[in-house]
């Protein structure tokens, strides 16, 4: 017997009482930002939506992502060094993009200076979706989506809302709190944040959360702000958010290649914008960039972990040579990283295939097209797809795009509080599961995987952001 049977006997009134007592997964996300930024009241606070209860998830298939996740970590952790492994999917995409362009330039600029970090970390979340299958042995199968390794969000949130589905299981069918796996995902950022820090070697040296400057997302950063202090020896420790422009104006460098804002050093860069164009709006930016890139103060991520989560990678994981380059004789890695990779075609390789453009022209809705680059969003299906792609072509721009068969996620009911009221859905899933590296003149010192986040959205959209308000904070229960 299901959750969602024993949601539909409980009593609404004390289901909505429940959730505006939790709020947001225990509440404690608001009323600590509240308290952060002296607000009075909730008018300026947003809490994320949430499931009510947590969705099903194939044990398998989640038990199959979180081992597969040090394959993932040792993907990134090759590429982002070895340049030349590197350079061979990123070449065909320098030209007709002038951010990755930008980007690879620091990256020589960065390799000429006669000082380098002192360690360079990545947080690393890798996004699955399951594909529905016809056959009656395998209901479904672990597909890739993505690998993002800068800005990762939600690692706090995704532990809070474990809790919030334990304790709401606990009063509701007891008997399914076994089937809730343990989030570590907040404890895996933190952690990894508190031992770059630790590494820079100055107790007094400060931690810059660099945000966008319209910063809707706080109450996941303040939280892991709040869980550095509680786990820091030091109450000397500070951590202040920052943005690009104000980098621009406030932080310096010495000739030994230190990192100060105003009068303070600089021991880490926490790095939760700069992966979009957008966000270099001006040179100004760019030189805080560059300034941030060539100073010792430990990065997370670095440019070159940047550059390895670029999607255009994504593409690069369906050919074997590729994946023999990267993983040598770890035979294991390779067979795992194949079986969840989804088939990919450029554009070019679908316009010189009339069996692909035939399956383009009568089927749109089974093809995503995403850009090559790192950020969210960007992502056609259906007859948007067949417009984009069109104004793609005329504009001799394919290269910075790509085809990939749509997975289609096994869909279900599910009771959604959202703006303090609640509905019913029908929603799927999206698993990211988290990773992190540290690595100190090239050699990784520091290797991790623990905890996950589960996005929920309408089954009828194709994002799912909820950053963008079309998604739902969710958790897993496994079946």
């Known amino acids: 017997m299901s959750v969602e049977h024993w949601m539909k ?9 429940e959730c505006q007592r939790w709020a947001f997964a225990h509440g404690k996300c608001v009323s600590f930002v509240q308290r952060c930024f002296a607000l009075n009241d909730d008018s300026n606070v947003i809490p994320y939506p949430f499931t009510i209860c947590p969705s099903p998830y194939p044990r398998n298939e989640y038990e199959r992502a979180c081992r597969i996740q040090s394959a993932i970590n040792r993907l990134v952790y090759r590429l982002a060094f070895d340049i030349q492994m590197m350079d061979s999917v990123l070449e065909k995409f320098i030209d007709c993009d002038p951010f990755i362009k930008r980007l690879r330039q620091i990256y020589d600029h960065i390799q000429q ?10 947080i690393i979340r890798t996004d699955y979706m399951l594909q529905e299958l016809s056959r009656c042995a395998e209901r479904t199968k672990l597909r890739l989506i993505e690998i993002n390794t800068i800005a990762i969000g939600l690692g706090a949130a995704a532990k809070l809302m474990r809790e919030w589905h334990k304790t709401f299981l606990t009063k509701i069918q007891s008997d399914f709190v076994s089937q809730l796996p343990e ?19 100055n107790p007094k040296a400060m931690i810059l959360f660099v945000i966008p400057e319209r910063e809707f997302n706080i109450g996941d950063q303040m939280l892991i702000e709040q869980g550095l202090l509680s786990r820091c020896d030091h ?21 030994k290649g230190i990192l100060f ?10 790095y939760r914008t ?16 560059i300034m941030l890139e060539s100073s010792c103060a430990v990065k997370c991520p670095s440019l070159r972990y940047h550059l390895a989560g ?9 050919k074997e040579n590729f994946l023999k380059e990267v993983f040598k004789e770890e035979r294991e890695f390779i067979d795992d990283v194949t079986d969840i990779t989804e ?21 749109p809705e089974s093809f995503y097209l995403k850009q090559s680059r790192e950020g969210g969003g960007n992502v056609y299906c259906g007859g948007m797809l067949k417009e984009r792609l069109n104004e793609i072509v005329e504009k001799n721009d394919s290269k910075r795009y790509f085809l990939m068969s749509r997975i289609f996620p096994p869909i279900r009911p599910s009771l959604i509080c959202s703006n303090g009221s609640i509905t019913e859905k029908q929603i799927n899933s999206e698993l990211g599961i988290f990773g992190s590296l540290i690595t100190q003149n090239g050699k990784l010192v520091s290797e991790r995987s623990g905890g996950y986040l589960l996005r929920s959205k309408p089954s009828s959209n194709i994002e799912g952001g909820i950053a963008s308000g079309q998604g739902f904070i969710d958790s897993i229960y496994l079946v």
């Open 9 to 17: 006997n409980l009593d609404q009134n004390e289901l909505n009482c």
């Open 113 to 122: 200076l006669p000082y380098q970090s002192v360690a360079e970390t990545c």
């Open 183 to 201: 989030n570590e995902s907040h404890d895996l950022v933190i952690e990894s944040l508190l031992e770059s820090w630790k590494i820079y070697g």
């Open 235 to 255: 109450s000397s420790l500070l951590i202040k958010h920052v943005t690009l422009i104000e980098i621009s104006r406030c932080c310096s460098l010495n000739s």
């Open 261 to 270: 804002f105003g009068k303070f050093e600089v021991a880490l860069v926490y």
């Open 274 to 289: 700069a992966y979009d164009p957008k966000h270099f709006y001006n040179e100004d930016i760019w030189q805080a960039y």
């Open 310 to 318: 670029m999607k255009c990678f994504q593409l690069a994981l369906t």
């Open 343 to 363: 088939e990919m075609f450029t554009i070019e390789q679908a316009m010189n295939d009339a069996v692909v453009q035939q399956r383009i022209l009568e089927h």
